[in-house]
């Protein structure tokens, strides 16, 4: 459902991702990997399109996109969590939730208001702490409830796939847990298309079907999870 081909994507005058292949099919969970500094934030931005391609190809079920900008790729489905999560600490997570609905295409989202809640609801749902914490700002939560709002956010538009750039990092354990399990859940009951760059490799093997591994801005190594062996690991992982 999304293709990546031949992508290449510099910073200036810093080649950065370097003949990029990447297909993700309807429904999968994948996951990308790699050392930091290899290239995988620059992968998911391109794809959202915060950087555009010097070369390549970037299509959504059959609809290119490479020219076209982040508004109209979030209308075209495609949702982003970004590394560190970007929640706005001076609005309320109720306040937050809304911004989601900026990404939504106008025809498909109402924005009714009874609507709108009833979509919160069902988000609230997976995320019942956010339902709780509605009013308060989201500068009062913690790193792990902002990762939260920020994949419940996310799924405000309906997109049909869901980029995540590190969703545990600097999150304690038992909330990595409840994220886990409502990312696996939105994957297999709504057919959510996910992809998600991730270095706690347990939660990877735990979470992932399908896996790519990125060494200085290529993908070198990639497939079932099941493959994601040891010499891979101390191959392209440890440092
Ligand atoms: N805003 C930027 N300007 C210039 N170079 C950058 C910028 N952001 C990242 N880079 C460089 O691009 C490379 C890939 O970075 P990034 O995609 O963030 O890696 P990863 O997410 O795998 O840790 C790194 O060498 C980094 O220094
Ligand atoms: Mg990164």
Same mark, same amino acid.
């Given at each position: ?16 991702? $370097? ?9 999968? %969970?994948?996951?990308?990997?790699? $050392? ?13 399109? /915060? ?68 979509? %919160? ?11 709780? %914490? ?18 419940? $956010?996310?799924? %405000?538009?309906?997109?049909?796939? /869901? ?24 994957? $297999? ?5 996910? /992809? ?44």
């Amino acid at each position: 459902m999304l293709e990546v081909e031949n992508l290449d994507v510099y910073y200036g005058q810093s080649h950065i991702l $370097r003949n990029v292949h990447l297909d993700i099919p309807q429904g999968s %969970m994948v996951c990308l990997i790699g $050392r930091n500094g290899v290239g995988k934030t620059t992968l998911l931005k391109s794809i959202i399109g /915060l950087l555009s391609a010097k070369k390549g190809r970037i299509a959504l079920t059959g609809k290119d996109l490479t020219q076209a900008t982040p508004d109209k790729r979030s209308k075209s489905g495609i949702a982003y969590v970004p590394q560190g999560r970007e929640i706005f600490s001076g609005l309320s997570v109720y306040e937050n939730m809304l911004l989601g609905l900026e990404a939504a295409p106008q025809k498909k989202v109402s924005k009714k208001k009874a609507e709108i809640e009833a979509r %919160m609801e069902t988000i609230f749902e997976l995320f019942p702490i956010l339902k709780t %914490m509605a009013k308060r700002r989201g500068g009062d939560l913690s790193g792990g409830q902002q990762q939260q709002l920020a994949i419940g $956010r996310a799924l %405000m538009s309906e997109p049909k796939l /869901l980029l995540l750039d590190e969703p545990t990092e600097g999150i304690q354990p038992s909330i990595v847990q409840e994220i886990e399990e409502t990312l696996s859940r939105i994957n $297999r009951e709504q057919g959510l298309t996910i /992809l998600f760059v991730e270095q706690n490799l347990e939660f990877v093997r735990r979470l992932a079907q399908q896996f790519h591994v990125m060494e200085k801005g290529r993908l070198v190594a990639g497939g079932p999870i099941q493959e994601l062996q040891q010499d891979l690991v101390a191959r392209y992982l440890t440092v």
